[in-house]
């Protein structure tokens, strides 16, 4: 739900980074020909003309954008962007040697610098571009997309997807706008159905992006992409058939169409990477807490109640992933069939279920440790393993997820997390569900780092208080 949106030259800090040590090792190298290697007992000398380097590097690419459509260059014409990009570094750093008296380096360090940049560059460069086409192999079928166009264009538009070497998707199937042929397949893809209100495909099927190729006139494109986006899914809208959009959007390329990108939220791949970092660093720390508390959690549940210490079962994460959730297990064996006659007693409006003083939960160990939040620390694990995050939205049960309504769907259109933002707003008064998806909603179209860690912050002051614990 959340799209990344990378502009000009931010999109490829790698070849920042790339360019500037390979260009440092180059001066590195040239340098210490020159002088045989004496430089090594004065690194101060080499110093100063190394942040240069690198700054005349990086400012060079910027008013440049030589990383471009770097991805799709051929050698010839990545040989000469390289040869452009070494000329005008050197010219600068000679320059700037000429006008500061104090830094001297000899004519021959330039001299061979020119060659061996622009050979460890172009050798850098396309090592580094055969490595990231290769990663776009093996990661193909992350992302699980659906295909909306009519039956003339359908073959046509997914031959014309699926022979980019860029198109790293899965196609899940074919939604048709003008002709009825469900379970038929065309171009080896199903047809999952029409183009409709009831939308039946999307709780059938995980479905992460939708792509949509029609022309204006066609169908009334706001209608069906608000729907697609209010439940999370980010929509790919072909710009042959562009006729307005109301959500945050953007151009960008699909597989070689050029499109409007639109979703419920934009963030930047910085954002996402500090997220995933402050999962594995608080995933490692849950883990260590995790098996200090099994020295005592453990016995104490084996205990109370003969069985496995842990409890796992199936839930649904992200676009209707299903993956295994860990607890350690605060009920009697026999919990989920004695569920059944205690729907009755249900709290909660709509489709959570939670009672006051649930019997199933076992006396003394298994209220202490829902109590005290510590029969949720295995789910570190999830976290660590990428199916879950800290912060984000709980992640309903299959029963539960089936009888979803349309509107319910963004719920799972992120990660689920351990906490999240109606868990640290007094779940406890909380007895409508639609309350918890209208608080989910808010912490998916606001989220933020400072959000996430302000709900990490209350998470921990509502543990110590057992607030909110039943």
Not at 21 to 31: D, P, R
Not at 207 to 215: A, M, R, S, T
Not at 270 to 293: E, L, P, Q, Y
Not at 360 to 379: M, N
Request: proline share 3%; net charge positive; glycine share 8%.
């Amino acid at each position: 739900m959340y799209k990344t949106n990378r502009k000009g030259w931010s999109k490829h800090f790698d070849f920042f980074f790339l360019d500037v040590i390979l260009l440092e090792i180059a001066f590195f190298f040239c340098y210490g020909m020159r002088h045989n290697w004496e430089f090594f007992f004065n690194l101060n000398y080499y110093r100063r003309a190394g942040i240069f380097l690198a700054l005349i590097s990086i400012c060079t690419a910027m008013f440049r954008e030589s990383y471009h459509g770097i991805i799709r260059r051929g050698y010839l014409e990545e040989f000469k962007g390289v040869v452009i990009h070494v000329s005008i570094v050197e010219i600068a750093l000679i320059a700037i040697t000429f006008f500061m008296k104090d830094l001297y380096y000899s004519r021959e360090v330039f001299t061979f610098f020119w060659p061996v940049g622009i050979g460890l560059c172009f050798v850098g460069r396309c090592a580094w571009k055969l490595f990231l086409r290769r990663q776009m192999v093996l990661n193909r079928g992350k992302r699980q997309v659906l295909i909306i166009t009519t039956f003339k264009r359908a073959e046509n538009i997914i031959e014309k997807l699926t022979s980019s070497e860029f198109f790293d998707y899965i196609i899940v199937g074919i939604v048709l706008t003008d002709k009825k042929c469900t379970g038929q397949e065309i171009a080896g893809y199903p047809v999952l159905g029409v183009l409709n209100k009831n939308m039946e495909y999307i709780h059938e099927n995980v479905i992460d992006e939708v792509f949509i190729h029609l022309n204006p006139g066609e169908f009334l494109a706001e209608k069906y992409m608000d729907i697609f986006l209010q439940i999370g899914l980010t929509v790919h809208f072909d710009l042959d058939g562009l006729t307005g959009l109301g959500s945050p959007a953007y151009i960008e390329a699909f597989s070689g169409r050029t499109v409007i990108t639109a979703s419920m939220k934009i963030a930047t791949p910085g954002k996402f990477f500090i997220k995933r970092a402050m999962d594995i660093v608080g995933g490692f720390i849950g883990i260590i807490m995790t098996g200090i508390a099994c020295i005592f959690v453990v016995p104490a549940i084996k205990m109370a109640d003969p069985g496995p210490a842990f409890f796992s079962q199936e839930r649904v994460g992200k676009n209707g992933r299903r993956f295994k959730i860990y607890k350690f297990r605060s009920m009697y064996m026999d919990a989920e069939e004695r569920k059944k006659d205690l729907l009755d007693k249900n709290e909660m409006q709509g489709l959570m279920f939670k009672i006051e003083n649930d019997p199933r939960i076992i006396k003394g160990v298994g209220k202490f440790i829902r109590d005290t939040s510590i029969d949720e620390l295995p789910q570190f694990w999830n976290v660590l393993k990428g199916d879950m995050s800290l912060v984000g939205t709980r992640p309903p049960t299959v029963e539960e997820y089936e009888m979803y309504e349309m509107h319910h769907l963004k719920r799972i259109s992120i990660k689920p997390g351990i906490t999240g933002m109606w868990q640290t707003s007094g779940r406890n008064d909380i007895t409508d569900f639609e309350e918890v998806v209208r608080l989910d909603t808010q912490y998916i179209t606001n989220w933020s780092i400072s959000l996430d860690i302000k709900i990490l912050f209350k998470t921990v002051l509502v543990v110590l208080k057992r607030d909110g614990a039943k």
